[in-house]
């Protein structure tokens, strides 16, 4: 299994509160990605990082950021949660071409906001 | 713009009966296609991939998958499923620099199995 860590794993909060949520890598692959997943709709991409500070935004980044500071750690931030954040998030991790494409997922991190 | 399209939301099987899962892209050229599975409670895994060749490709776990350009397909079978096969299957392609979507994948929705003993 390729090693990816997510936490913390389940959190509640508040509406209006900040929330970040980590990625750990080591598999010192170049891609990492942030899902959001919900009932209904399967998954959708946040974020993605290229690179060490190279990201980009995804279907659904509105009330998100991310940072990429080291290859390794890949930090998915709601600026204010609102009860629409309420889901499961997944990162995700690939290689260079030509294996971008296969994506290893990390476990999950339930997010309740109340 | 690029989709995947997985028409059965939810699938029942009998323990030992013969599965397959549906997938339709929508693409121009030869696409890059993967299967990948979610138990409960856990995240995804890559179950098999198609990026050239044989159009007939074996995973993990004792699936496979047919690509059929002409059908723009690439469905999911098992011969005999097992009680553990009970999860969340999602059919996905690889997006492409023309549609805006370098870098990423194309998810469906998902089919949901569940194996009645």
């Known amino acids: 299994d390729a090693g990816i860590t997510q936490s913390p794993r389940h959190k509640v909060t508040e509406t209006g509160t900040p929330v970040t949520l980590r990625c750990h890598q080591t598999e010192n692959h170049r891609y990492m990605y942030w899902y959001r997943q919900d009932p209904g709709h399967g998954l959708r991409l946040i974020h993605y990082?290229?690179?060490?500070?190279?990201?980009d935004k995804g279907e659904v980044s509105d009330g998100y950021s991310v940072s990429r500071s080291k290859t390794e750690d890949f930090l998915l931030t709601l600026e204010s949660a609102t009860s629409s954040q309420t889901s499961v998030y997944f990162c995700?991790?690939?290689?260079?071409?030509?294996?971008?494409?296969?994506?290893?997922f990390g476990p999950g991190t339930r997010l309740t906001v109340t | 713009a690029q989709s995947v399209t997985q028409p059965d939301i939810h699938i029942t099987v009998s323990e030992g009966a013969s599965l397959e899962l549906r997938c339709n892209y929508s693409?121009?050229?030869?696409?890059?296609l993967f299967w990948y599975v979610q138990s409960p409670g856990q995240g995804l895994q890559l179950l098999l991939k198609y990026f050239s060749g044989d159009t007939l490709v074996q995973g993990i776990k004792g699936f496979e998958a047919e690509f059929k350009r002409s059908q723009s397909s690439f469905n999911l079978r098992k011969p005999s499923v097992h009680w553990s096969d009970a999860a969340e299957y999602f059919c996905?392609?690889?997006?492409?620099?023309?549609?805006?979507?370098?870098?990423?994948?194309?998810w469906g929705l998902g089919t949901s199995l569940a194996v009645n003993p």
């Open positions: 990082s290229y690179g060490v500070k190279d990201t």
């Open positions: 996905a392609v690889a997006g492409t620099l023309e549609a805006g979507n370098n870098r990423k994948l194309i």
């Open positions: 693409y121009g050229a030869t696409p890059y």
């Open positions: 995700a991790i690939s290689e260079s071409y030509p294996r971008t494409y296969e994506q290893y």
